[in-house]
T-cell receptor
């Protein structure tokens, strides 16, 4: 089993929709988690860290569920500019394959 | 603060040629790594280094060499380019393998081997 697994999508949603991605991990000792955004063939860039208590940054909310060993990213009021691939990462070293999001007008 | 600087951005090689992709970081990060990314494959680890003088193989090391003579630099060498090495390459650094910190990426090198 891969250490990190993501649903690759693609997710196609209309503008204004709410969309959520999950990322499951197998190592229960994992301590730090991140969500990255990657635009077409550009370098991944940090979107947000994931804190144990959950955290929010504008339209983006990250959650950690240690009991079920997954992290989630919720995007509210989707914009066209949110179209990208979203990667989850453990410790900045272990990477999911990424989930592709297309927001349509 | 430049972060991670990766060169070149684009490169076309003929089969059998060799080249070096350069990567430098100015954040005093111990851990540096090279990935290749192909459509639908995600980031695949080629080689990594946990500090100057220490390197190790990742998931897909064949055909590539690395060295880490300084903390700042981590070049990736293609020994004899093959069409299967056509890919986008990313260098990344993070504070350390045991540290709970984010990774920083270079801008990537789009390599085509003909």
């Amino acid at each position: 089993r891969k250490e990190v697994e993501q649903d690759p999508g693609p997710f196609n949603v209309p503008e204004g929709a709410t969309v959520a991605f999950n990322c499951t991990y197998s190592n229960s000792a994992s301590q730090s988690f991140f969500w990255y955004r990657q635009d077409c063939r550009k370098e991944p860039k940090l979107l947000m860290s994931v804190y144990s208590s959950g955290n929010e940054d504008g339209r983006f909310t990250a959650q950690l569920n240690r009991a079920s060993q997954y992290i989630s990213l919720l995007i509210r009021d989707s914009k066209l500019s949110d179209s990208a691939t979203y990667l989850c990462a453990l410790r900045g070293l272990i990477w999911g394959l990424g989930t592709s999001l297309a927001v349509n007008p | 603060n430049a972060g991670v600087t990766q060169t070149p951005k684009f490169q076309v090689l003929k089969t059998g040629q060799s080249m070096t992709l350069q990567c430098a970081q100015d954040m005093n990060h111990e851990y540096m790594s090279w990935y290749r990314q192909d459509p639908g494959m995600g980031l695949r680890l080629i080689h990594y280094s946990v500090g100057a003088g220490i390197t190790d193989q990742g998931e897909v090391p064949n055909g590539y060499n690395v060295s880490r003579s300084t903390t700042e630099d981590f070049p990736l060498r293609l020994l004899s380019a093959a069409p299967s090495q056509t890919s986008v390459y990313f260098c990344a650094s993070t504070l350390g393998p045991g540290a709970n910190t984010e990774a920083f990426f270079g801008q990537g090198t789009r390599l085509t081997v003909v």
